[in-house]
């Protein structure tokens, strides 16, 4: 499988690249150009695209021919780069090329998910706070996911609970809600987020899901799913 990772050099795709090259997968990476040097030790396995990942010719020259695409969707800046990224992915992928995005659990795609009090409290805060400081614009991930719900491409949404380093813990387990009891301990480590985003590519019964998921090893899981 022809693969595109967006947002390559950061941890989460560096860690995707590998899982991704464990597999046999050809891998694209397209990072910002300032960052390609992040990625020199695996310069000669895979191919590197640089540019800005919400630039719809950078994206529409390196998802050419690919089978998959992993997108990292961060909500970088104040000037709409996840839902620019989002859309360039929608409009110049492959017409039947798996799309894979990444985000927090504070994406809801049915409004079904239930929250905490801490989440609900401090969001709006952060929200404000880093658009104001021209950080990030957490909304603008928001849109981002908009998009991607309301099309007709072969999509999956990965919305990940708080990410730790560590050895690997397995393939999280996930539910389709935010709430579940399953995913209380809410903690996946930053290698297996990366894990379920490779093997989605190839997991048709996630097509058109936006699964939050946690660590199969913490406490949550080990209560409520049986995994082991």
């Not at 989002?86 to 039947?96: I, K, N």
């Amino acid at each position: 499988m022809r693969v595109c990772i967006i947002g390559a050099s950061g941890k989460l795709g560096r860690y995707m690249i590998e899982h991704a090259l464990e597999r046999g997968h050809e891998v694209v990476g397209v990072c910002r150009p300032k960052s390609t040097g992040k990625l020199a030790d695996v310069a000669d396995r895979i191919t590197i695209v640089p540019g800005r990942t919400d630039d719809p010719a950078v994206i529409a020259k390196a998802v050419a021919g690919c089978d998959g695409v992993l997108v990292v969707l961060v909500p970088f800046g104040v000037k709409g780069y996840s839902s620019g990224t989002a859309q360039a992915v929608l409009d110049h992928a492959e017409p039947d090329a798996r799309l894979v995005f990444s985000c927090g659990w504070h994406i809801t795609r049915d409004g079904q998910d239930r929250y905490s009090w801490r989440l609900r409290l401090t969001l709006p805060i952060v929200t404000v706070l880093a658009r104001f400081f021209r950080f990030v614009d957490i909304d603008d991930q928001v849109e981002a996911c908009r998009r991607i719900f309301a099309s007709d491409r072969r999509w999956t949404v990965v919305r990940g609970s708080d990410l730790e380093e560590g050895p690997s813990e397995g393939l999280p387990v996930w539910s389709q809600h935010v709430g579940d009891p399953v995913l209380e301990s809410n903690r996946t480590r930053r290698t297996d987020f990366a894990l379920f985003m490779v093997e989605a590519l190839t997991d048709d019964t996630l097509v058109g899901e936006a699964p939050a998921i946690v660590s199969r090893m913490s406490e949550s899981a080990l209560a409520h799913s049986g995994a082991r």
